[in-house]
């Protein structure tokens, strides 16, 4: 017989870079929540993205920990935003069981501008375009992708517009990210970036409780089908919605914390976490297989001065091969 998941006080706290899997059986809601420290710093401070483009790489990699730790098979989690604005690209990668990469691509003239003019907010920088979650369970296996347009101010409501449309079921999302300056045992004062996050979804036993309202058809219309709330997930939803953005990464607060002043009277139980690392999944055999398939042409069009470099755009790492590592045979 499956042990019960054991309630908050029963497990060690999770700390950062740890997915805190949690259920609260009186509100029939199941979810997952997050706060990201060392792991989302390396990552930021290895590219030194300007402060708007981090902010929104950070939340994307909060969506993406949070989603691809709910993967029951060995395989990957992608999130990649394309649009027409400064920040043109994003994407994360989460491979399970474990590991986060992830990078951003931005125009810097056309960011400089928009920050300029004061047009920051996450839907002013992405402009229009789409928001994909692809999974990929490896060779042999079809991709599954759902894509949803980029019409929310933030990544956060973006997310909710993509499980009402994909999954139907009812979801919110949170996410926050902070700057924080720490001091070190040298004296000196050290920029450290920290984000966290919740997903909560609402699943009773009878299906029919989860009916949702029709979304929007657009152009101002407004949703046609009119579906009384379901009490339960009113309640927890309005819960989730009082998080702010301290308590989703203040370290101080915690991730069992949060959950338990949002949640306690009604019976939240957590499950043991699930660690996330920065890590990726390049390397030099992978690289030189790629390059091995290039034509003499090609090869000899790459090389510069007999060898040939190639960077990683998730971790930066550079690899060098010289051209008769690679060249045709």
């Known amino acids: 017989m499956a ?82 604005g400064p920040v043109d690209l994003l994407v994360a990668d989460f491979s399970s069981p474990e590991n986060v990469r992830a990078y951003a691509r931005y125009d810097a003239d056309a ?33 599954y992708q759902g894509i949803v347009a980029l019409d929310g101010h933030t990544l956060e409501e973006v997310a909710g517009v993509y499980f009402r449309q994909s999954e139907q079921i009812p979801t919110r999302v949170r996410l926050g990210v902070a700057e924080l300056y720490v001091r ?9 970036w920290r984000a966290g996050g919740m997903v909560a979804q609402f699943l009773p036993e009878a299906p029919e409780r989860m009916r949702q309202a029709d979304l929007p058809g657009g152009d101002g219309e407004e949703a046609g089908h009119k579906i009384a709330e379901d009490d339960k997930w009113a309640e927890a939803r309005t819960l989730v919605e009082t998080i702010d953005t301290d308590e989703l990464t203040d370290p101080n607060v915690g991730t069992e914390r949060l959950l338990y002043r949002l949640f306690h009277e009604s019976g939240v139980r957590v499950y043991p976490p699930q660690r996330v690392l920065d890590q990726c999944s390049c390397s030099r055999d992978k ?27 998730f971790c930066s790492t550079t690899y060098r091969f010289e051209v008769s590592e690679v060249a045709p045979a």
């Open 287 to 313: 690289l030189k297989t790629v390059l091995s398939g290039l034509s003499a042409e090609e090869v000899e069009h790459t090389a510069t001065d007999g060898h040939i470099e190639a960077t990683c755009e």
């Open 3 to 84: 042990q019960p998941a054991p309630k908050l006080g029963e497990l060690d706290f999770a700390g950062d870079d740890h997915v805190v899997p949690f259920q609260v059986e009186g509100l029939d809601v199941r979810g997952r929540a997050v706060q990201l420290g060392a792991m989302l710093d390396a990552i930021l401070e290895r590219h030194d993205y300007p402060q708007p483009v981090a902010r929104l790489l950070a939340e994307a990699i909060v969506l993406t920990v949070l989603l691809g730790t709910s993967l029951k098979f060995e395989g990957k989690l992608i999130l990649q935003t394309k649009s027409d």
């Open 184 to 192: 070190g045992d040298d004296g000196k004062t050290r920029h450290r």
């Open 111 to 143: 960011l400089q501008a928009a920050v300029t003019e004061g047009r920051t907010a996450a839907h002013e920088l992405l402009g229009k375009g789409i928001l994909a979650f692809t999974i990929d369970q490896g060779a042999h296996t079809q991709r």
